[in-house]
């Protein structure tokens, strides 16, 4: 993927970031988060909003960075029952 990273954003984060996947350039998290527009970089830090790096759910989003090619998921609490 040409050296980016790509963000994925399902459910209604989708819907808050006008798109589904977003290219960026790698590096950590937080630094990438802080170039987002805030709108969307504060629903991406829910506490509730759960991450998949390269298709494997994460435990916590402390201290991840991306590489070229990383894929980050971002998937929202889901309602139902």
């Known amino acids: 993927m040409d050296g980016h990273a790509r963000l994925v954003f399902l459910g209604r984060l989708e819907d808050v970031a006008g798109m589904a996947e977003l290219a960026v350039m790698p590096g950590p998290l937080e630094h990438i988060l802080a170039t987002l527009p805030p709108e969307l ?32 998921a971002f998937l929202p609490p889901v309602s139902g029952g």
């Open 41 to 72: 970089a504060i629903a991406l830090l829910d506490d509730r909003v759960r991450l998949a790096l390269r298709g494997e759910l994460l435990t916590h989003g402390g201290g991840i960075v991306l590489r070229p090619g990383d894929e980050l």
